[in-house]
């Protein structure tokens, strides 16, 4: 497949990959509203933060590695797949550990809930590691298909799955109330239940298809997708293996700088339950917009990268379109994240307190939930960077070093806890978002040095991309100092009429904003138009 077919692929699968984070986030998004309405929020800190917190850590110890080292190879590469399967089958034993010792860590360790406001937490926390095991049964399906761009089955599997979470997690909190932490752990065995019914389904149905054949799929038979030694070859790829092993390394530091705040929470009991119910609804209120666009393109991206390039090889001694094009697409993906970023940041001050008033009313509203908000817009803009800057690094990284990399991450994540700490006995809720800041900046500096010496002895510049027109720059700031004037007058006391003359001024000021991107950066609006915003209906037909 030549850079351009990947290339194309690559932005396909991340509009589908945006179509899908956004109808999860806002089902999600609409969920914890309605929830709010019939659970306390100290049932809801625990089941946002200590055990989705238990899941998250289970799933990602057992599979990130794998992911990343299996998706990796340069344009043309060859695997084995019947190898990569048997590696891939390891994530399940590996669950299985993660899952009895992190079990034992969250029954044992911690503090637990008091049973009359948050009942049947022992029994929630082994059913929700039982989902993380449960989901790692699809994992050698999902990199199968990550793999070949089968694109339309992560969507489907990942919505009929979410679909069916919500309508039990809704039925039962207005049904069964008395249930407790029963129903959300129900609700999340059956959400990661239908998503490996899904993958096999579909592979059971794919394999003997006359489609795979004549798309001469590696894998032939469902046996194949069973742990085998195929006749005179080794039962793994050791290279693979090998580059798995210092990924493997690099995701204990990873997952702590990804969930630093919840493990903090979690361990050190900076924040009563209560408050950290509120802090993780502000959360993910915040983090919508990077769910719903920033997260798909890094992982959609990291295959492009992955495939276009080859890992650890010097940009001359690699073919000139391959560079070429991840090269534009980089300082394109530079350049989309950043403005969006910006216009998150400067919107997100002025709009906080509507936002929230709207979503939960006076309870968040109300408090800290408006200051935590407002560090979040700017926080943003620094996820956006680091997840399009870290998708390539990691994808031209030489496995050497990757094993050098784990020491900056060794020096982050101490850095991290202890800035959350201290951060947040000094300024509650937002010493969080003011850790992963500072957190962040360092992590973008890492990587921004990289892409600078990777492409230092060619003709090609992609930081370039960070560099938004003196025209954006200015509507942004005139946009973020009328809005701010606006809040100040129109919202939020004064009814229903005056947030609406503060929602205009708003809309007038992002058409302004976005006048302003129209005539200055042409580039990066074909880029989207063509790249990011394919049109399905062709391409299926």
Known sequence: MSSQDL???????????????????????????FTLRFVSKELIGVVNVRLTLLYSTLVFLSREAFRRACLSGGPGGKHNWRQLVNLLWMTLPLGFFW???????????????????????????VLFALAGVQELLAEPLWVLAQAHMFLRLKVVAESLALLAKCGVTVVLVVWARQWGLYIFAAAHLLYTGVLVL???????????????????FPLRSVRDLIPHRAHGEPLLDWTVARLTWSFFKQSFL??????????????????????QGVYDIVNNLGSMVARFVFLPIEESFYVFFAKVLERGRHVKSQREEDVSVA?????CLLKLVLVLGLVIAVFGYAYSGLALDVYGGSMLSSGAGPSLLRCYSCYVLLLAVNGVTECFVFAAMSQEEVDKYNVVMLALSVSFLFLSYMLTWWAGGVGFILANCLNMALRILHSVLYIHRYFLSSRWAPLRGLQPSPLLCLALAVSAGVTVISERVFCCDGGWLLRLVHVGVGAVCLLFVLLALLLTESRLVVFVRTQLLPQYRKKHT
């Open 327 to 331: 090269a534009e697409v980089l300082e």
């Open 254 to 275: 990873k997952q702590i700088l990804t969930e630093g705040e919840r493990y903090v929470m979690t361990f050190l009991n900076v924040l009563s339950f209560g408050d």
């Open 198 to 216: 899904c993958y096999v389904g579909y592979f059971l149905h794919f394999l003997p298809s006359e489609e795979a054949i004549k798309s001469h």
């Open 99 to 125: 899952g009895v010792l992190l079990a034992c860590v969250w029954l044992w360790l911690l503090e637990v809930p008091d049973p009359q406001a948050v009942p049947f937490y022992g029994p929630a926390v």
């Open 7 to 33: 290339l194309k692929s690559a932005s396909t699968l991340a509009s589908y990959n945006v179509l899908l984070q956004v109808m999860f986030r806002v089902l999600t998004f609409l969920l914890n509203a």
